[in-house]
Protein backbone atom coordinates (compact mmCIF):
# COMPACT_ATOMS: atom_id res chain seq x y z
CA UNK A 1 0.00 0.00 0.00
CA UNK A 2 2.71 2.37 -0.76
CA UNK A 3 1.66 6.24 -0.78
CA UNK A 4 3.66 7.50 -3.56
CA UNK A 5 5.64 4.81 -6.17
CA UNK A 6 8.09 5.67 -8.61
CA UNK A 7 9.16 3.10 -11.04
CA UNK A 8 11.84 2.29 -11.73
CA UNK A 9 13.92 2.64 -8.78
CA UNK A 10 17.38 2.51 -10.71
CA UNK A 11 17.76 3.25 -14.33
CA UNK A 12 21.52 2.56 -16.07
CA UNK A 13 21.12 4.66 -19.55
CA UNK A 14 23.68 5.88 -22.49
CA UNK A 15 24.18 9.46 -23.48
CA UNK A 16 21.64 10.38 -25.91
CA UNK A 17 18.84 8.11 -25.20
CA UNK A 18 15.05 8.40 -24.11
CA UNK A 19 13.65 7.21 -21.27
CA UNK A 20 10.61 7.44 -18.76
CA UNK A 21 9.83 7.61 -15.04
CA UNK A 22 6.78 7.07 -13.71
CA UNK A 23 4.84 7.79 -10.67
CA UNK A 24 1.13 7.28 -9.05
CA UNK A 25 -0.17 7.89 -5.75
CA UNK A 26 -2.86 6.38 -3.91
CA UNK A 27 -3.41 9.16 -1.17
CA UNK A 28 -6.18 11.12 -3.31
CA UNK A 29 -3.59 14.48 -3.24
CA UNK A 30 -4.46 17.43 -6.13
CA UNK A 31 -0.93 17.83 -6.72
CA UNK A 32 2.16 15.74 -8.09
CA UNK A 33 5.98 17.31 -8.04
CA UNK A 34 9.36 15.80 -9.34
CA UNK A 35 12.30 16.59 -7.71
CA UNK A 36 16.06 16.10 -8.47
CA UNK A 37 18.73 15.59 -6.31
CA UNK A 38 22.17 15.99 -7.10
CA UNK A 39 25.17 14.09 -5.72
CA UNK A 40 25.49 16.55 -2.69
CA UNK A 41 21.91 15.72 -1.65
CA UNK A 42 20.47 19.22 -3.27
CA UNK A 43 16.68 19.00 -3.35
CA UNK A 44 15.15 21.44 -6.44
CA UNK A 45 12.09 20.92 -7.82
CA UNK A 46 11.40 20.67 -11.28
CA UNK A 47 7.28 20.61 -11.81
CA UNK A 48 4.11 20.50 -10.58
CA UNK A 49 0.83 19.43 -11.64
CA UNK A 50 -2.54 20.00 -9.80
CA UNK A 51 -5.43 18.11 -11.23
CA UNK A 52 -3.20 17.88 -13.81
CA UNK A 53 -2.63 21.18 -14.61
CA UNK A 54 0.97 22.51 -14.97
CA UNK A 55 1.56 25.09 -12.27
CA UNK A 56 5.25 24.99 -11.46
CA UNK A 57 7.57 24.18 -14.17
CA UNK A 58 11.25 26.31 -13.22
CA UNK A 59 14.20 26.16 -15.52
CA UNK A 60 14.82 22.82 -16.56
CA UNK A 61 15.90 22.05 -20.44
CA UNK A 62 12.99 21.57 -23.03
CA UNK A 63 14.56 18.04 -22.94
CA UNK A 64 12.65 17.11 -19.93
CA UNK A 65 8.44 16.87 -20.45
CA UNK A 66 5.82 15.78 -17.77
CA UNK A 67 2.82 14.36 -18.48
CA UNK A 68 0.09 13.78 -15.96
CA UNK A 69 -2.94 11.69 -17.44
CA UNK A 70 -4.94 11.63 -14.49
CA UNK A 71 -4.36 13.46 -11.17
CA UNK A 72 -3.18 10.32 -9.68
CA UNK A 73 -0.21 9.69 -12.18
CA UNK A 74 2.46 12.05 -13.21
CA UNK A 75 5.16 10.60 -15.43
CA UNK A 76 8.79 12.22 -16.30
CA UNK A 77 10.00 11.59 -20.36
CA UNK A 78 14.07 12.90 -20.35
CA UNK A 79 14.68 13.01 -24.12
CA UNK A 80 18.53 13.08 -25.53
CA UNK A 81 19.99 11.84 -22.08
CA UNK A 82 23.18 13.84 -20.84
CA UNK A 83 25.96 12.95 -18.49
CA UNK A 84 24.57 15.85 -16.20
CA UNK A 85 20.94 14.21 -15.89
CA UNK A 86 22.69 11.70 -13.46
CA UNK A 87 20.49 11.94 -10.07
CA UNK A 88 18.37 10.76 -7.88
CA UNK A 89 14.39 11.85 -9.61
CA UNK A 90 11.54 11.77 -6.65
CA UNK A 91 8.64 12.04 -7.19
CA UNK A 92 5.93 13.66 -4.92
CA UNK A 93 2.31 14.81 -3.43
CA UNK A 94 0.43 16.91 -1.65
CA UNK A 95 -3.32 17.23 -0.73
CA UNK A 96 -3.74 20.33 -2.12
CA UNK A 97 -2.44 23.30 -4.51
CA UNK A 98 0.30 24.37 -2.91
CA UNK A 99 2.99 22.95 0.12
CA UNK A 100 1.37 23.77 3.51
CA UNK A 101 1.21 23.20 7.20
CA UNK A 102 -2.54 21.56 6.00
CA UNK A 103 -0.67 19.95 2.65
CA UNK A 104 2.49 18.54 3.23
CA UNK A 105 4.63 16.96 0.51
CA UNK A 106 4.53 12.88 0.33
CA UNK A 107 7.71 12.13 -1.13
CA UNK A 108 8.74 8.29 -2.96
CA UNK A 109 11.73 6.28 -2.78
CA UNK A 110 13.03 8.15 -5.85
CA UNK A 111 14.81 7.18 -9.04
CA UNK A 112 18.28 6.69 -9.42
CA UNK A 113 19.31 7.64 -12.97
CA UNK A 114 22.49 6.98 -13.97
CA UNK A 115 23.64 8.00 -17.48
CA UNK A 116 26.79 6.74 -18.98
CA UNK B 1 20.28 32.63 -5.57
CA UNK B 2 19.38 30.34 -2.23
CA UNK B 3 16.80 31.24 -0.07
CA UNK B 4 17.51 28.82 3.04
CA UNK B 5 20.82 28.57 4.31
CA UNK B 6 21.38 25.24 6.81
CA UNK B 7 24.27 24.38 8.83
CA UNK B 8 26.45 22.79 9.67
CA UNK B 9 26.88 20.40 6.56
CA UNK B 10 27.52 17.23 8.52
CA UNK B 11 26.70 16.44 12.45
CA UNK B 12 28.82 13.64 14.16
CA UNK B 13 26.59 13.16 17.92
CA UNK B 14 26.92 10.76 20.54
CA UNK B 15 24.50 8.62 21.45
CA UNK B 16 22.23 10.45 24.02
CA UNK B 17 23.63 13.82 23.16
CA UNK B 18 21.79 16.95 21.52
CA UNK B 19 21.60 17.02 17.59
CA UNK B 20 20.88 20.83 16.79
CA UNK B 21 20.87 21.58 13.01
CA UNK B 22 20.31 25.60 11.85
CA UNK B 23 18.63 27.27 9.08
CA UNK B 24 18.42 31.01 7.79
CA UNK B 25 16.06 32.69 5.46
CA UNK B 26 15.27 35.66 3.45
CA UNK B 27 12.23 35.74 2.19
CA UNK B 28 9.78 37.60 5.30
CA UNK B 29 6.67 36.49 3.12
CA UNK B 30 8.00 32.29 4.08
CA UNK B 31 5.05 31.00 6.57
CA UNK B 32 5.69 27.51 6.65
CA UNK B 33 8.60 25.72 8.04
CA UNK B 34 9.24 22.26 7.86
CA UNK B 35 12.00 19.55 8.16
CA UNK B 36 12.26 16.83 6.24
CA UNK B 37 14.54 12.97 7.25
CA UNK B 38 15.82 11.62 4.88
CA UNK B 39 17.34 7.65 5.49
CA UNK B 40 19.63 6.55 2.16
CA UNK B 41 17.91 4.79 -0.29
CA UNK B 42 14.24 6.61 0.48
CA UNK B 43 12.49 10.10 0.11
CA UNK B 44 12.50 12.78 2.19
CA UNK B 45 9.57 12.43 4.99
CA UNK B 46 8.19 14.68 7.14
CA UNK B 47 9.71 15.03 10.37
CA UNK B 48 8.13 18.26 11.66
CA UNK B 49 6.67 21.51 11.07
CA UNK B 50 6.09 25.12 12.54
CA UNK B 51 4.24 28.42 11.40
CA UNK B 52 5.26 31.54 12.31
CA UNK B 53 2.61 32.24 14.89
CA UNK B 54 4.87 30.15 17.56
CA UNK B 55 8.23 30.19 18.85
CA UNK B 56 8.62 26.34 19.33
CA UNK B 57 6.89 23.09 18.55
CA UNK B 58 7.66 20.01 20.09
CA UNK B 59 6.80 16.30 18.71
CA UNK B 60 8.45 13.76 21.07
CA UNK B 61 12.38 14.32 21.10
CA UNK B 62 12.31 16.38 18.06
CA UNK B 63 11.63 20.18 18.68
CA UNK B 64 11.72 23.31 16.32
CA UNK B 65 12.77 26.42 17.53
CA UNK B 66 12.00 29.64 15.66
CA UNK B 67 13.17 33.08 15.92
CA UNK B 68 10.86 35.62 13.77
CA UNK B 69 12.73 38.71 13.97
CA UNK B 70 16.02 36.89 13.35
CA UNK B 71 14.78 34.76 10.71
CA UNK B 72 16.61 31.70 12.02
CA UNK B 73 14.67 28.68 12.63
CA UNK B 74 16.49 25.02 14.43
CA UNK B 75 15.70 21.52 15.04
CA UNK B 76 17.08 20.27 18.11
CA UNK B 77 16.65 16.32 18.80
CA UNK B 78 17.43 15.87 22.41
CA UNK B 79 18.55 12.49 23.65
CA UNK B 80 20.15 11.53 19.96
CA UNK B 81 19.73 7.77 18.91
CA UNK B 82 21.88 5.37 16.00
CA UNK B 83 18.27 5.37 14.41
CA UNK B 84 18.27 8.70 13.99
CA UNK B 85 20.99 8.89 11.67
CA UNK B 86 20.16 10.57 8.15
CA UNK B 87 19.94 13.69 6.23
CA UNK B 88 17.82 16.25 7.97
CA UNK B 89 16.49 18.91 5.49
CA UNK B 90 15.09 22.03 6.50
CA UNK B 91 12.84 24.41 4.08
CA UNK B 92 10.44 27.14 3.80
CA UNK B 93 7.56 28.77 1.62
CA UNK B 94 4.54 31.17 1.54
CA UNK B 95 1.51 29.03 1.90
CA UNK B 96 -1.89 29.73 -0.30
CA UNK B 97 0.17 30.35 -3.29
CA UNK B 98 2.15 28.73 -5.73
CA UNK B 99 4.80 29.47 -4.20
CA UNK B 100 7.91 26.34 -4.29
CA UNK B 101 8.90 24.44 -1.79
CA UNK B 102 12.89 25.77 -0.83
CA UNK B 103 14.86 23.35 0.54
CA UNK B 104 18.35 24.06 2.26
CA UNK B 105 21.26 21.80 1.13
CA UNK B 106 21.13 18.90 3.70
CA UNK B 107 22.74 17.69 7.20
CA UNK B 108 23.79 14.81 7.30
CA UNK B 109 24.05 13.97 11.35
CA UNK B 110 25.69 10.38 12.29
CA UNK B 111 25.15 9.12 16.03
CA UNK B 112 27.20 6.89 17.38
CA UNK B 113 26.93 4.48 19.88
Known amino acids: DTAVSQTPKYLVTQMGNDKSIKCEQN?????MYWYKQDSKKFLKIMFS???????INETVPNRFSPKSPDKAHLNLHINSLELGDSAVYFC???????????????FGNGTRLTVT | QQQVKQSPQSLIVQKGGISIINCAYE??????FPWYQQFPGKGPALLIA?????SEKKEGRFTISFNKSAKQFSLHIMDSQPGDSATYFC????????????FGKGTKLTVNP
Open chain 2, 50 to 54: IRPDV
Open chain 1, 49 to 55: YNNKELI
Open chain 2, 91 to 102: AATTQGGSEKLV
Open chain 1, 92 to 106: ASSPYRDSSYNSPLH
Open chain 2, 27 to 32: NTAFDY
Open chain 1, 27 to 31: LGHDT
